[in-house]
């Protein structure tokens, strides 16, 4: 009897950690939400100070496991290339045990005009910098976004599609995709507004896992 009862404690013990262990990981083809707020102030002519917050929710958007505070410096080459340095701080984790992480970053992104069409090539080089057992990490991100020529409703709401990879260059692997689909429009004249669908791919011990987002955007001008 003492016997069943030391397996039947240890069984339940194993169910309730297996169970414990899903719950901490988000599943493949989990739908996720982010929301990012921005803020934008032109400075002198070209140059440009823009901020970032992001938040994102996991686990069926039931969960915020990361967030995001961001500031920069920016100059316009007229329209055809913009060019930045940044800096951001990031807490995440599940569950609320948040990691912080320090990440500064440049950015160039060469723009050209097809038939009307708006197509920006966006090149970013972070380092991505930790305070615990994780290594720091140099990453290349490119990210391709072709803007709709078309504009609806007053709104002027602008379809475009995107794809951005992520490579770690210590490693020369590519370990991440982001393909995103949304409109902007404009709120007001100086406040617009981004809704989009991305779907994110990761490879992590050889494994591919997706994530369905619904990201919701607000920038305001200033």
């Given at each position: 009897m003492r016997n069943k009862r030391t397996m039947s404690l240890i069984t339940a013990a194993f169910l309730l950690a297996a169970f414990n262990a899903?719950?901490?990981?988000?599943?493949?083809?989990?739908?996720?939400?982010?929301?990012?707020?921005?803020?934008e102030f032109n400075l002198k002519k070209g140059w440009k100070r823009p901020l970032e917050e992001e938040f994102r929710y996991g686990d069926s958007a039931s969960e915020l496991y990361y967030q995001h505070y961001e500031i920069g410096i920016t100059y316009d080459f007229g329209k055809s290339l913009t060019v930045g340095a940044f800096y951001r701080q990031i807490y995440e984790g599940e569950k609320g045990k948040f990691k912080p992480e320090y990440r500064p970053h440049i950015d160039a992104t060469p723009k050209w005009d097809?038939?009307?069409?708006?197509?920006?090539?966006?090149?970013?080089?972070?380092?991505?910098?930790h305070d615990d057992n994780r290594a720091d990490r140099l990453q290349y991100r490119n990210r391709v976004t072709l803007k709709s020529p078309w504009?609806?409703?007053?709104?002027?709401?602008?379809?475009?599609?995107?794809?951005?990879?992520?490579?770690?260059?210590?490693?020369?692997?590519?370990?991440?995709?982001r393909f995103d689909a949304g409109v902007s429009f404009?709120?007001?004249?100086?406040?617009?507004?981004?809704?989009?669908?991305?779907?994110?791919?990761t490879k992590k011990s050889g494994r591919w896992t997706d994530h369905n987002i619904l990201g919701l955007k607000l920038k305001v001008l200033f």
């Amino acid at each position: 009897m003492r016997n069943k009862r030391t397996m039947s404690l240890i069984t339940a013990a194993f169910l309730l950690a297996a169970f414990n262990a899903k719950a901490y990981a988000y599943q493949d083809g989990d739908f996720q939400i982010w929301h990012t707020e921005a803020q934008e102030f032109n400075l002198k002519k070209g140059w440009k100070r823009p901020l970032e917050e992001e938040f994102r929710y996991g686990d069926s958007a039931s969960e915020l496991y990361y967030q995001h505070y961001e500031i920069g410096i920016t100059y316009d080459f007229g329209k055809s290339l913009t060019v930045g340095a940044f800096y951001r701080q990031i807490y995440e984790g599940e569950k609320g045990k948040f990691k912080p992480e320090y990440r500064p970053h440049i950015d160039a992104t060469p723009k050209w005009d097809i038939y009307g069409f708006r197509l920006e090539n966006r090149n970013r080089l972070d380092y991505r910098l930790h305070d615990d057992n994780r290594a720091d990490r140099l990453q290349y991100r490119n990210r391709v976004t072709l803007k709709s020529p078309w504009k609806f409703t007053p709104l002027n709401i602008q379809p475009y599609v995107q794809n951005e990879i992520f490579v770690w260059l210590d490693s020369v692997a590519f370990y991440r995709d982001r393909f995103d689909a949304g409109v902007s429009f404009d709120i007001l004249k100086e406040i617009k507004g981004d809704v989009y669908y991305r779907l994110q791919s990761t490879k992590k011990s050889g494994r591919w896992t997706d994530h369905n987002i619904l990201g919701l955007k607000l920038k305001v001008l200033f």
